[in-house]
Antibody
């Protein structure tokens, strides 16, 4: 059974930093690209960042480019998101999501339960 | 960047109704279009991938169609558990979600 478990969220002051983690199990982690998707309170889904299975390629939404860094440790089956220079508008639930197998159109077929990041003074 | 526009933003319907949600991409995305359902306080759930393929375990009353820039999600006969928010997502060039369509009980 595929499981994705995020951690690392919390309350942080504007300008602060956090590192989110997503522990994966139930599939061959290194085979699949992974993404982070966030959802601000009462708002829609926003894709934030993606990383290839090997970790060699990373992609970012314009809204976070230069402040967020995605990475992965395939030996630990763990995905990370380093978030710097936090702003109030970064307040959201952050989900990690597994990309579907080849031929499934780049969908996200499994999602974690999410971790809440709150940016406030 | 590719923009995704869903319509309507909200929709009221009754159990048994046939409902159609549309999604338009700002440029051609072939069939790299996916649909998700999200209920309040819950994690998004994949319904349809590659525009028209039903994800395993999803009821057959859900269907998707389209290619290029225009796509639709159809629920053939609404059930009480279908009242939720629906999102389209393009995966042709990185990823972008539509703004969502909230389906409410009439």
């Amino acid at each position: 059974e595929v499981q994705l478990l995020e951690s690392g969220g919390g309350l942080v002051q504007p300008g602060g930093s956090l590192r989110l983690s997503c522990a994966a199990s139930g599939f061959t982690f290194s085979t699949y690209a992974m993404s982070w998707v966030r959802q601000a309170p009462g708002k829609g889904l926003e894709w934030v960042s993606a990383i290839s299975g090997s970790g060699g390629s990373a992609y970012y939404a314009d809204s976070v480019k230069g402040r967020f860094t995605i990475s992965r440790d395939n030996s630990k089956n763990t995905l990370y998101l380093q978030i710097n220079s936090l702003r109030a508008e970064d307040t959201a639930v952050y989900y990690c999501a597994k990309r579907g197998a080849s031929g499934k159109g780049g969908c996200f077929d499994y999602w974690g339960q999410g971790t809440l990041v709150t940016v406030s003074s | 960047d590719i923009q995704m526009t869903q319509s309507p933003s909200s929709l009221s319907a009754s159990v048994g109704d046939r409902v159609i949600v549309t999604c338009r991409a700002s440029q051609s995305i072939s069939n790299y279009l996916n649909w998700y359902q999200q209920k309040p306080g819950k994690v998004p759930k994949l319904l349809i991938y590659a525009a028209s393929s039903l994800q395993s375990g999803v009821p057959s009353r859900f269907s998707g169609s389209g290619s290029g820039t225009d796509f639709t999600l159809t629920i053939s006969s609404l059930q009480p558990e279908d009242f939720a928010t629906y999102y389209c997502q393009q995966s042709y060039s990185t990823h972008t979600f539509g703004q969502g369509t909230k389906l409410e009980i009439k």
